[in-house]
């Protein structure tokens, strides 16, 4: 199954790609749609970069208990992987408290997780953690810590209009086989 991405439309102006052998500096239609007849203005780049760049990547089902994909991109992070069905999410007692059901409430409340237990709230996130994507891989070498992390992006339905969404970075602990919270946003 592919999800096909023709353009992306910030205010009045359609981006979309046009062939690699063309320059960025030019601007070309492939489509059969009139984005100009629309009052649209027309903006285009090679293939190559709209593809990697401005594609919409939708959250991935996983058809099997496979990891494949994720722990080729943990590599990046770590010479020790493990497939992150085996790890645990662990937000701690006093970032729950002090942090997610303070600062980060109203982000809760329209995820419909304001009520959650610290432990439903891990499971969630554990839950979807598998259908998301790894983003902002990092590793931070500071004299006060060191840590591998990385973000993933969660969407929550909601009854009363576009599903939430919420950016959550993890560290990565392959070791112990844990996530822990680092932040929410």
Do not use: C
């Amino acid at each position: 199954m592919h999800l096909a991405n023709l353009v992306i439309k910030q205010g009045d102006t359609v981006i979309l790609g046009h062939e690699d052998d063309r320059p960025n500096t030019e601007n070309h239609n492939l489509h059969l749609h009139d984005y100009m007849a629309l009052g649209l203005r027309l903006r285009s780049l090679q293939s190559i970069y709209f593809s990697v760049f401005l594609s919409y990547k939708p959250e991935r089902m996983l058809m099997e208990e496979s990891d494949d994909d994720l722990e080729i991109g943990l590599r990046a992070m770590s010479e020790m992987v493990a497939p992150l069905k085996e790890f645990t999410v662990v937000i701690e007692d006093a970032k729950f408290e002090r942090y997610l059901k303070t600062a980060k409430f109203g982000k809760l409340k329209k995820a419909g997780l304001a009520e959650s237990t610290k432990a439903e709230l891990e499971a969630a996130i554990r839950e979807k953690l598998r259908m998301s994507y790894l983003y902002n891989m990092e590793w931070v070498d500071k004299p006060t810590h060191q840590l591998s992390k990385f973000n993933i992006m969660l969407e929550f339905p909601r009854q009363d209009g576009h599903p939430e969404r919420m950016v959550v970075a993890l560290e990565y602990r392959p070791a112990e086989r844990v996530l822990r919270l680092v932040t929410v946003s």
